[in-house]
């Protein structure tokens, strides 16, 4: 089912009805079409956020997806969107699995639940994928186009983190990526691919623009990161989970291109850290007051936008002591060195582990300090940390 729509600043907008399938089923029922399974189903340990004043959960166990790169022939990706199209079906894993709230703008969402929550607008079982059709096509590419790919965290551990699989199944350097425009326009995410892209040629599609390619080469997520949760009070350990493995590539690309470089922090200021932001955050919290105690045991407040990523996995790799709100810019912990304490600082208590997975992983001390919301169901919302406990957290 295709419906057309006109806007007046680019080439029709199409929005397709389609059944949605993974990749191991589609590739199996359609020939010239083929899945590669590179790393098989194996057991991970899940590390559960460990609370201020509450006794720890012991680390899990579950099971990875299988990981592969998957050859799709005739294919139509879509930039920002996890969305590939081919043979009249949409080809989307965490999509058919059903279990987590996607909110991809490759497909229509509606409002659900209430006001500020969305989800894929669907018929019965079909999904309604929106695109830009440009008329551009490739004869061989290799896509890296994903939701969120603006983000810093969900840039480095679900895109980047393909290149480990890209390596490891040894596709052609002559094959070009197909990569989302943003990763250009921001410096640090363009340094990052850069740095992991070696003398590959890449092509950058705009949000939404559509290409078509002969032979698709797809990785697949390396983690498993949910996009979105129906529930954040009902989080399990097993909902995320990492590959120790793919976070260890990473961390030996990023720190071999930080050889040599010094700190951007002197050697006597470089130990303790409290990150911050320069430009307007998301959320709020009473951050001056806690960079006054911080200040006064010896933590030096870095602002990492200022620096570029080489310096900035630099800077991360040498500390023994970050301090920072749950964001992006604790990315950069896959540099610390094993046995670096990290304290996040955080609007709600929900074990939701997208950094408390790479700690363990690494070996990181990491516990977060839970502040007061006035909005405990939103993960943007602002909050205030008790001035006296942060104080008694850095007497330890």
Not at 206 to 232: A, G, K
Not at 345 to 364: E, P, Y
């Amino acid at each position: 089912m295709l419906f057309f729509r006109k806007n007046k600043d680019r080439p029709q907008r199409r929005v397709r009805c389609l059944a949605v399938t993974d990749f191991k089923h589609f590739c199996s029922r359609n020939k010239n079409c083929s899945l590669k399974i590179l790393f098989r189903q194996q057991e991970t340990a899940v590390y559960p956020v460990s609370f201020i004043d509450e006794e720890s959960s012991k680390p899990g166990v579950c099971k990875t997806h299988e990981q592969y790169i998957a050859s799709v022939s005739n294919a139509r990706i879509i930039g920002s969107s996890n969305v590939i199209i081919a043979n009249k079906r949409i080809i989307y894993d965490l999509l058919k699995g059903g279990r987590f709230r996607i909110t991809d703008p490759g497909l229509i969402l509606r409002k659900c639940h209430h006001a500020e929550m969305r989800a894929p607008r669907r018929l019965g079982m079909l999904y309604f994928a929106a695109y830009y059709d440009f008329g551009t096509s490739f004869d061989k590419a290799v896509s890296l186009f994903g939701n969120y790919s603006w983000n810093f965290y969900h840039f480095i551990y679900e895109i980047a983190q393909k290149f480990y699989l890209i390596d490891a199944a040894n596709i052609p350097e002559d094959i070009p990526l197909l990569v989302d425009a943003v990763v250009k326009k921001v410096p640090q995410l363009n340094e990052i691919f850069d740095l992991l892209k070696g003398n590959r040629k890449a092509y950058f599609l705009e949000e939404l623009e559509s290409c078509r390619v002969e032979t698709l080469y797809y990785p697949s997520f390396v983690h498993q990161i949910p996009p979105n949760f129906w529930d954040m009070n009902k989080i399990a350990d097993e909902d995320c989970y990492f590959d120790g493995n793919g976070l260890r590539y990473l961390r030996s690309r990023f720190l071999d291109y930080a050889k040599g470089v010094e700190s951007p922090l002197s050697t006597q200021t470089a130990n303790k850290i409290f990150i911050s932001r320069k430009v307007t955050q998301n959320r709020s919290y009473n951050e001056d007051e806690l960079i006054k105690i911080a200040c006064q045991y010896g933590y030096t407040v870095v602002y990492p936008e200022q620096y570029s990523i080489r310096e900035q996995f630099a800077l991360f790799s040498q500390v023994d002591s970050i301090i920072a709100a749950s964001g992006a810019a604790l990315s950069n912990i896959v540099c610390c060195k094993p046995g670096c304490k990290i304290l996040v600082l955080t609007s709600s208590h929900w074990n939701l582990t997208v950094f408390s997975n790479i700690a363990g992983h690494l070996n990181l001390d990491m516990e977060y300090l839970c502040g007061k919301t006035d909005n405990p169901n939103n993960v943007q919302s602002g909050f205030v940390i008790d001035a006296g406990i942060f104080r008694k957290v850095l007497n330890k």
